[in-house]
Antibody, heavy 117, light 113 residues
């Protein structure tokens, strides 16, 4: 069955880096765009980034531009989010999700990132 | 950026009754060349990831019960739950994918009255 599993979260100090991973299975990974969405504690959903099915296009929310980098390895069915210069306001549960006709139809369980000194 | 505004912020409805959630965008989500509205609706239950309910504003995702329906076009959209079930208690979000950043509404919390 379609499955995406996000991982890599943890507790880091402000200014440090972290890399999140999203492992996909049960579908043709190279045929879908992939997204990262985050949710700060007690808050709503915030879309973070998308990468096109072939990696040719990448888009980010303004608050992470220049600090976060999305990438994918279609040979390994895996997507990454490299997060540098982390800020306290980046604290959130980060979800990876499969793109489907514009929406997102398969979500990971989320991985928690806590940025704190 | 396209701003998505949902109303109300919270809603309490009796079991078996109709629930209606509204979503308004700061600009049109209707893509003229395809005549499609680039809007999705999600349901999120506590401790769970979101679940896609509807895309293209009114197309139900696989496995979504037909009591969930979507309507609207352009800048104003509605999610309707025709007969509320106990398992529908959740927070509901609209999201536009017309243009990046793909913004979400602030969410509407649905409870049982």
């Amino acid at each position: 069955q379609v499955q995406v599993v996000d991982s890599g979260g943890g507790v880091v100090q402000p200014g440090r880096s972290l890399r999140l991973s999203c492992a996909a299975s049960g579908f043709t990974f190279s045929g879908h765009s992939m997204h990262w969405v985050r949710q700060a504690p007690g808050k709503g959903l915030e879309w973070v980034s998308v990468i096109w099915y072939d990696g040719s296009k990448k888009y980010y929310v303004d608050s992470v531009k220049g600090r976060f980098t999305i990438s994918r390895d279609n040979s390994q069915n895996i997507m990454y989010l490299e997060m540098n210069n982390l800020r306290v306001e980046d604290t959130a549960v980060y979800y990876c999700a499969r793109g489907y006709l514009g929406g997102m139809d398969a979500w990971g369980q989320g991985t928690t990132v806590i940025v704190s000194s | 950026d396209i701003v998505m505004t949902q109303s109300p912020d919270s809603l309490a409805v009796s079991l078996g009754e109709r629930a209606t959630i509204n979503c308004k965008s700061s600009q049109t989500l209707l893509y003229s060349s395809s005549n499609q509205n680039y809007l999705a609706w999600y349901q999120q239950k506590p401790g769970q990831p979101p679940k896609l309910l509807l895309y293209w504003a009114s197309t139900r995702a696989s496995g979504v019960p037909d009591r969930f329906s979507g309507s609207g076009s352009g800048r104003e959209f509605t999610l309707t739950i025709s007969t509320l079930q106990a398992e529908d208690v959740a927070v509901y979000y609209c999201q536009q994918y017309y243009d990046t950043p793909y913004t979400f509404g602030q969410g509407t919390k649905l409870e049982i009255k």
